[in-house]
């Protein structure tokens, strides 16, 4: 299921929060928890299971680490030869982040990895795998059990916490479950840390401010999803399939740039709609776009987008690599790899790769010096210098076939089938041009800044107006989702 | 004040979304929606394993939507705001001027294979015909969509789809004597582009459209009575001639009688639309551009020219070998339906034998689409008896309808371009 269709915002949450707020305290976790399980198996029953069995692994990875961190001290403690010092807890970190990682290869990277073998060796592996050939049985076409990334990178950040002592363990299965399965943040995130949530998992307060305020941010998440980048995602969708015989530079440009606001409204959408639904349940989770597309350099970009993963990839990747502790060419090394893997982990295939690799040389040479570059020039050259990078990293981010990616790039690079400018691109810019202006400006934190100046002096003012586009948002939310049964969530493949 | 104005948006979003709920809940037993001409999904089967393979799920969901409290009004909404935002382009829907709603076609919705095919059938079938009873008494008719036709009411920029003219080269290319054979009422309508000659929330033309496409045909057709050459192809030449001059003196009559054509004499049978008289029947007619998006523009007006050899017609209808014999060519009984369109013939069917006041065995063979539902009035004046075939729900080889038939004088295939070219029954041609 997902927050932006009927049955969610009529069904389903109202189920949800007339039980979680009828039951009893000590019961709330596990009605958070039942309630999940029905929102994760609701569109695929039998992933339901893989779930659960991570949620079980990882608990049991987290109470023997404690335990044997236990026994390793008392045992240290106890023997004065410091080189015949025992660390267990490292072997099992070991086994739990091997046994996470192959979890995660296996339901999202098994179709990946034999094609590209099959391409560099010309081999067939799946069908030797499998047997015959014509067994209905294709071992590509498994199907991506929906957040498997998302929880098993929450999960991960749960045992490597345990292990380096920064949380306590949890020892209540209930409520570890509720961390991993919670719904708001289980399909397309924010990767929540479980340091982040530790305590509000034990025990927290849902009170009124809370509630009216995860409302209106909830509020917010489903407007710019279902207002803005459904629609901006139709325009992008209609220009996407277009050979390059029928595209015009102009026309490929539009497309990007109408797929760079789908994925931002698109996904911190889905973030404000998770944050707001999290103060509903009592929760506080963190930030996780800061108006990125305002950045005025690539790495501050990276600050500002999808910053629980950013900031997921620096604690438990980049900072054991050893950062920037152990001279430039490490640290030159490290980004390399964090950036591989950042690719890698939006989806199973090369454009993600390449995508990567992309920041990482970006990144790199802001690192080594451009960045001073960048803070010297006027702030729109330096604007333009990101966004448009940006908007062409989400070119070679959007085209998972190889030929069609590069087709449309040569489109982007005046090398188009129609030319300059098209008749269609005209009619689209002429059709589309005031959502494209509302969701550029939307993009920024202009309005935000422009409501705290009109309401920022009166908090009933301020709230007043929160009343106003609550009911308005929720009555035009109705309105497209009941007219569209057009609603994938970008984040899906993740 | 603070706390107050965040329980009143608690209590607000709560009283929202409860009223759809209940709302909902009060519209679970209706089983039809009209405006989508669809039944609604029922409740699904709960069951263990329905549930795990999700089709319990899927299920529901259709269910709730279909059911949805204001479902028709909320689309309502979606296209005004949609418009406000200047979209010109909505479920494949033009916003076009004075209120036209106009479907949007391009090359992507054919394919040329198809359309290679129907020229093929239809070429076949027209010179097979040609050669039997001249290419004089033969006509394709190609009834081009408001798109093309009304041009000057699309908003700017608007897609261009070369498929109709793929289409047409195809035909002109494959049939016999093309230049006469073919009739294109593309430019004619053109002309009229300023005219009500399609309903603006409908795909079809209107009776004024279709007596702009009836006085081509006639034109084309040539003057009833004074070709000698004209052969019927499975009756006696002799009496044939003997029953056309008497046609032509009836016709006369008629039309003399009648005085609602424009007529100066025997060699001028020549029709103008611009001289019929029209009944209008109603004025609340949406039909299907305006289903696409559920906006209320003007309303369409029904009309019909007031041709007395229409009314007085005897029909019989052929629906898949269900016969039914005592038929009208009007339905007063569909003006209060949705599709006000079907006030013509109440639809389409595989067969439709029309009988007229005429009686000299003059017969028009007609393959048609449902734009011939509109146009058939006007032919009435021409023929003793017309057969309409439409190969949609046929389901069987055009020649075993001809068998049937003791003569034809002219053959007429009237289609709508757009539709020809998506179709593929013309298979049934041979």
């Avoid at chain 1, 073998?117 to 081999?123: E, G, M, P």
């Amino acid at each position: 299921m997902v927050f932006s269709n009927i049955e969610f915002l009529f069904v389903f949450l109202p189920i949800v929060l007339l039980c979680y707020y009828i039951a009893p305290r000590f019961l709330k976790n596990a009605v958070l928890t039942a309630f999940s399980l029905v929102f994760y198996a609701w569109d695929r029953p039998a992933y339901t299971i893989l779930m659960i069995i991570s949620i079980v692994f990882n608990f049991l990875f987290g109470l023997l680490i404690s335990h044997r961190a236990k026994l390793d001290e008392a045992y240290n403690k106890s023997i004065s030869d410091k080189t015949k010092e025992k660390h267990t807890t490292r072997v099992i970190l070991v086994i739990s982040v091997v046994f996470n990682l192959f979890y995660l290869g296996v339901f999202k990277y098994t179709g990946f990895i034999v094609n590209t073998i099959n391409d560099l060796f010309h081999t067939d592996i799946d069908k030797i795998v499998i047997g015959t050939a014509d067994k209905n049985i294709d071992l590509l076409k498994v199907a991506l059990p929906i957040g498997i990334s998302f929880y098993t990178f929450q999960a991960m950040s749960y045992v490597i916490d345990v292990y380096r002592k920064n949380v306590n363990v949890n020892k209540n299965i209930v409520s570890f479950s509720t961390y991993i399965s919670m719904f708001p943040q289980l399909i397309a995130g924010p990767i929540v840390r479980y340091k982040t949530v530790d305590k509000e998992i034990r025990s927290r307060k849902e009170t009124v401010d809370m509630a009216s305020e995860g409302i209106f941010r909830f509020s917010i998440g489903l407007g710019k999803k279902v207002l803005i980048a459904n629609n901006v995602g139709a325009l992008w969708d209609s220009i996407r399939v277009m050979e390059r015989s029928e595209l015009s530079t102009f026309t490929a440009w539009l497309g990007v740039f109408a797929f760079t606001l789908q994925i931002y409204f698109d996904f911190s959408g889905y973030s404000d709609m998770a944050i707001g639904l999290g103060k509903l349940f009592g929760f506080n989770f963190s930030e996780n776009f800061e108006h990125p597309y305002e950045s005025r350099s690539i790495t501050e970009f990276w600050r500002r987008w999808h910053i629980s993963l950013s900031t997921w990839f620096k604690e438990y990747v980049y900072i054991p690599l050893g950062g920037n502790r152990k001279g430039k060419g490490r640290q030159i090394l490290n980004i390399a790899i964090v950036w591989l893997l950042t690719g890698l982990w939006h989806g199973a295939s090369w454009n993600f790769v390449l995508w990567g690799v992309y920041y990482a040389i970006l990144l790199l040479i802001e690192k080594l010096g451009f960045l001073k570059v960048l803070e010297k020039l006027p702030k729109l050259i330096s604007w333009i210098y990101t966004f448009v990078l940006v908007v062409i990293g989400w070119a070679i981010f959007s085209f998972s076939d190889v030929k069609y990616g590069s087709d449309f790039v040569k489109s982007l690079c005046f090398n188009a089938g129609k030319g300059l400018v098209s008749r269609d691109a005209a009619f689209m810019v002429m059709s589309n041009i005031i959502l494209l202006l509302i969701g550029l400006i939307g993009s920024f934190s202009l309005i935000k800044k422009l409501c705290i100046k009109v309401f920022g002096k009166s908090e009933s003012a301020a709230w007043i107006g929160r009343v106003l586009f609550v009911i308005t948002c929720l009555f035009l939310c109705s309105a497209y989702m009941v007219s569209s049964t057009y609603n994938p969530f970008l984040y899906f493949r993740f | 004040m603070k706390r107050k104005l965040q329980y009143s948006l608690i209590i607000l979003s709560v009283l929202y979304i409860s009223a759809m709920i209940v709302f909902t809940v009060m519209n679970r037993n209706k089983s039809y929606s009209e405006l989508e001409k669809r039944k609604l999904a029922t409740f699904p089967k709960v069951s263990l394993s329905r549930i795990l393979n999700g089709k319990f799920q899927k299920g529901f969901v259709d269910y709730l939507s279909d059911h949805f409290a204001f479902r028709d009004g909320w689309v309502t909404i979606k296209t005004k705001a949609d418009i406000t935002t200047g979209k010109k382009l909505i479920n494949d829907i033009y916003i076009g001027k004075d209120d036209y709603l106009i479907e949007k076609y391009e090359d992507s919705d054919f394919e040329k294979d198809v359309i290679k095919e129907n020229a093929r059938y239809v070429s076949k079938f027209v010179n097979m015909a040609s050669e039997s009873i001249g290419t004089k008494h033969v006509k394709v008719v190609l009834v081009p969509g408001k798109a093309r036709a009304l041009k000057s009411k699309l908003p700017m920029f608007s897609s261009k789809c070369s498929m109709q003219e793929y289409m047409e080269k195809k035909l002109a290319k494959k049939i016999n004597d093309s230049d006469s054979v073919i009739i294109n009422l593309l430019e004619p309508l053109k002309k009229h582009d300023d005219e009500y000659i399609y309903y603006r929330t409908d795909h079809h033309w209107t009776a004024l459209g279709a007596a702009y496409g009836y006085e081509e045909i006639k034109n084309s057709l040539g003057v009833k009575g004074t070709d000698d050459t004209r052969e019927g192809m499975n009756s006696d030449s002799d009496t044939d001639k003997n029953k056309k001059s008497d046609s032509d003196s009836s016709s006369e009559n008629e039309k003399k009688k009648d005085s609602k054509s424009d007529k100066s004499g025997k060699s001028d049978l020549i029709t103008k639309p611009d001289g019929f008289k029209y009944v209008k029947l109603a004025d609340d007619f949406y039909g299907t551009t305006y289903n696409k998006i559920h906006l209320k523009v003007e309303a369409d007006v029904i009309e019909k020219p007031d041709i007395e050899a229409a009314e007085k017609a005897d029909v019989t209808i052929n629906d898949s070998g269900e016969i039914t014999k005592g038929k009208t060519m009007y339905y007063p009984e569909k003006l209060k339906t949705a599709d006000k369109y079907e006030y013509f013939l109440s639809g389409n069917y595989s067969q439709v034998i029309i009988d007229t006041p005429k009686d000299d065995g003059s017969t028009l063979i007609m393959v048609k689409d449902s734009y011939s539902n509109a146009l058939v009035p006007y032919l009435c004046q021409d023929y003793d008896y017309i057969y309409m075939i439409d190969l949609r729900y046929a389901n069987s080889s055009i020649f075993d309808t001809l068998q049937s038939v003791e003569r034809f004088d002219d053959i007429l295939l009237v289609y709508n371009e757009e539709k020809f070219m998506q179709d593929r029954h013309q298979y049934y041609l041979q």
